[in-house]
Nanobody
Framework: QVQLVESGGGLVQAGGSLRLSCAASGFAFDRYVMGWFRQAPGKEREFVAAITQMSSGIHYTDSVRGRFTISRDNAKNAVYLQMNSLKSEDTAVYYC????????????????WGQGTQVTVTS
């Protein structure tokens, strides 16, 4: 069955870094666009970053551009999110997700989801 398992979350001080990983199984990973979303308490889930199947296309939401880097390793069926210069407003549960199409950065476009990993940034 399809599985997306995130890891790497935790507690970090503002200005620090974390690297999230997402291990995928049960589907043709290299045929899917992979994305990261996040959901803070009391807020809707929001798009963070996405990467195309062969890493030729990458898109970030404005609030993380220049601080976060998305990457993937198709040989390992994994996608990563390197987060630098973290801010308190980055505190959220982070989810990885898979989509068959590129161009829509809404959660409805993503078919498969992980269970999420908590990132807490203290000021």
């Amino acid at each position: 069955q399809v599985q997306l398992v995130e890891s790497g979350g935790g507690l970090v001080q503002a200005g620090g870094s974390l690297r999230l990983s997402c291990a995928a199984s049960g589907f043709a990973f290299d045929r899917y666009v992979m994305g990261w979303f996040r959901q803070a308490p009391g807020k809707e889930r929001e798009f963070v970053a996405a990467i195309t199947q062969m890493s030729s296309g990458i898109h970030y939401t404005d609030s993380v551009r220049g601080r976060f880097t998305i990457s993937r390793d198709n040989a390992k069926n994994a996608v990563y999110l390197q987060m630098n210069s973290l801010k308190s407003e980055d505190t959220a549960v982070y989810y990885c997700a898979a989509s068959v199409s590129w161009g829509s950065f809404y959660s409805a476009a993503y078919a498969y989801w992980g269970q999420g990993t908590q990132v807490t940034v203290t000021s």
